[in-house]
């Protein structure tokens, strides 16, 4: 089935709307007109009924018979018969302009008239409409007589047969004329529309999300389509090229671990025989499965924080969290010291599992880049949202700031404002995905709060997470 475009459905609305309005127009007018016309004759044949029984009515000694046949003749005119009545029902006298005719007398009519009441009804007298007024002739307040007075509807009924012609042609006309202007008018009015779409499809077959709709119009709402539109395609455009990096640099981490078991498999298969060597690539094999089930744990939620998951947050007590890790990481210490001052026993809504997460990072990193002999110390503390001036976000709320600070080698000034972003290594450091850091900032900004990085080469590192305590939900 063909499909009826926009440009015709505007053009029926308009051709729709407009046989409303003048058939409107049309039928208003014509009873309006209808009604008038009807009303002028009634008056015509009242006031001629009227000047006709008075004149009898005024004449008081002479038989009602002997004063009609002059009255009958001189208050007719072309189209207005006059027909008088004597008080038995008897005609006494007609007007020239019926000829050979009379105005019917019903039995029922001609009672009524003669017991003193006046009225209208239409009869049909050769073949045409006549409208006809009944009047009474009272002589001393008694009914003597009757006279009808009849006006032919045929001007009436022409007037408006008439009317209802020009009206049917005219409304005709109009549409047609209406329903041409509107289908060129309406192509022209969408023809910028038309252009967009052209050009939407066309980049869409091409698959060409770096094409752009080109727009020098007015800025109207096709204007601000096409923005929104460009703006859309820009957008697709970044998330297509990170979508592809990701993919990459997630097939690029997962080679390394998958090429080492490979070869630890290798050397098992070889040299299985030796206990020594089998003992030690198997503390490999088990070594490099962990790392890649991190690395994919990781890589998932990466995939989820860009999906938009969003994380459940319930009262956490953040001591024990940081415990935990303290704890935790001074299993694998290697002669570093992890010192954890007393944090305060605060409740915040966050997701305690996640937060383990960033805080094991953080750890986890200061272990990797802080030689034997060094100090992890991590530290907690309650900011009121009034009294701190140190991150701009801090309006009413309080606060937790937490700071895992290393004697490590420290970040190069380079390199610190990216090691947030994903995949990201400095030069030189081959341990490590690049994604920890990465996960930590979002995991953090779930909680609603922010985290920070200071650092000296040589000297060491310093992190800081501000964490927003509510009693609230977020
Ligand atoms: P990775 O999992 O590879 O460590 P991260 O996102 O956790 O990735 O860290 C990104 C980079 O930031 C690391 O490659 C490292 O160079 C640097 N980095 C992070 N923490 C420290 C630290 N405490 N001291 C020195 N360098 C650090």
């Known amino acids: 089935m063909r499909r009826i475009t926009l440009g015709t459905r505007l053009t029926l609305w308009h051709i729709s709307l407009l046989i409303l309005v003048l058939t409107t127009f049309a ?36 038989s009602i018979a002997g004063i009609s046949p002059g009255l009958s003749g001189e208050f007719a005119s072309p189209g207005i018969y006059v027909q008088v009545l004597d008080e038995t029902g008897r005609i006494v006298a007609r007007s020239a302009s019926l000829g050979a005719d009379a105005l019917p007398v019903h039995d029922d009519r001609l009672a009524e008239v003669l017991a003193g009441r006046s009225f209208y009804d239409v009869e049909s007298i050769t073949g045409q409409s006549v409208r006809l007024y009944h009047r009474p002739i009272l002589r001393n307040g008694r009914v003597v007589g009757a006279v009808e007075v009849g006006g032919s509807l045929r001007n009436v009924e022409d007037t408006l047969a008439r009317l209802q012609a020009i009206f049917v042609i005219s409304i005709a006309v109009a549409l047609i004329i209406a329903a041409a202007g509107s289908t060129v008018l309406t192509r022209l009015g969408l023809r910028p529309l038309t252009r967009l779409a052209d050009h939407a499809t066309r980049i869409e077959r091409a698959r060409d999300l770096a094409a752009r709709i080109p727009y020098s119009g007015p800025s109207d709402e096709v204007g601000s389509l096409t923005i929104t539109f460009n703006e859309m395609l820009a957008r ?239």
């Open 27 to 62: 039928v208003v007018s014509y009873r309006a007109l209808d009604s008038s016309l009807r009303a002028e004759l009634d008056r015509v044949l009242r006031e001629r009924a009227d000047h006709a029984a008075l004149a009898v009515e005024s004449v008081p000694n002479l």
């Open 236 to 474: 697709l455009e970044t998330a297509f090229a990170a979508q592809q990096h990701f993919l990459a640099e997630a097939a690029h981490e997962l080679r390394t671990p998958l090429a080492s078991l490979l070869g630890n498999a290798d050397l098992l298969a070889r040299y299985g025989d030796d206990a020594e060597r089998r003992a030690a690539t198997l503390t490999a094999i088990r070594a490099e499965g962990r790392r890649t089930a991190r690395l994919l744990s990781d890589l998932l939620l990466s995939v989820q924080a860009d999906a938009g998951w969003r994380l459940e947050l319930r009262p956490t007590p953040l001591a024990d969290i940081l415990c935990y890790v303290a704890d935790n990481a001074r299993l694998h210490a290697n002669g570093v010291t992890i010192a954890l001052a007393d944090p305060p026993p605060v409740t915040l809504l966050g997701d305690a599992d996640r937060l383990k997460q960033v805080f094991f990072n953080l750890v986890d990193n200061a272990l990797k880049h802080t030689p034997t002999g060094g100090v992890i110390s991590i530290q907690c503390s309650v900011f009121s949202g009034q009294s701190s001036a140190t991150c701009a976000q801090l309006i009413t709320d309080d606060w937790l700031l937490t700071t895992v600070t290393d004697t490590g080698e420290g970040i190069p000034p380079d390199a610190l404002p990216h090691i947030f972003d994903r995949f990201y290594r400095a030069p030189g450091q081959s341990r490590g995905s690049g994604l920890g850091l990465a996960i930590a900032c979002w995991i953090v900004e779930q909680h609603g709060g922010r985290i920070e990085a200071a650092s000296r080469v040589g000297k060491g590192s310093a992190f800081s997470v501000w964490l927003p305590f509510h009693t609230s939900p977020l």
